[in-house]
């Protein structure tokens, strides 16, 4: 039996973090990088940990945004290759949003690669719309997609 949480994550997650970012992305960030950047103002991450009755919980994914004013940014999102397709990414995205929701943040800007089609499905799924194109933007291949999703009252990513 398996059971995932979604919880706060603190600097000290920053190896787990850099080894699941390295697992999602061609350029990943170093557990240095991580450490950094958890100990910024405004940056926070959550993580979704896959418990299991016979063996310590696992972190299997992790979002991190940065806060600014009342804008977010979503900085990354990855979950460990052996555990997407589970609907954590979800869980993650849903976590965040209602936290920026509550804190009062107006809107979300993230930057994905337009060929990761699972993930603009997400964001799509999530009510995030392309606010601009970055041609070439990744290594001279893909095109970025900027999406923005606005947090107004009444409106949270459990509800669409």
Known sequence: MTAAIVQRLEA????DLADIHASAFHRPW????????MTQPGVMAWGVLRRHWFRPARLAGFVA???AADEAEV???AVR??????GYGRLL??????????DRIKTCFLE??????????L??????????ERKGYYGGVSTALVMRLGLEPGRTAATG
């Open 81 to 86: 290759p052996q555990a997407r397709g589970r």
């Open 30 to 37: 170093s557990a240095d990088e991580f450490a950094a950047l």
């Open 93 to 102: 995205m849903e976590e965040a949003l209602r936290s920026l929701y509550r």
């Open 65 to 67: 945004l940065r806060v």
């Open 112 to 121: 994905v690669d337009g060929a990761n089609t699972v993930a603009v499905q």
């Open 75 to 77: 900085l990354s999102v």
């Open 12 to 15: 000290s997650a920053a190896p």
């Open 123 to 132: 964001y799509r799924s999530l009510g995030f719309e392309i606010a601009s």
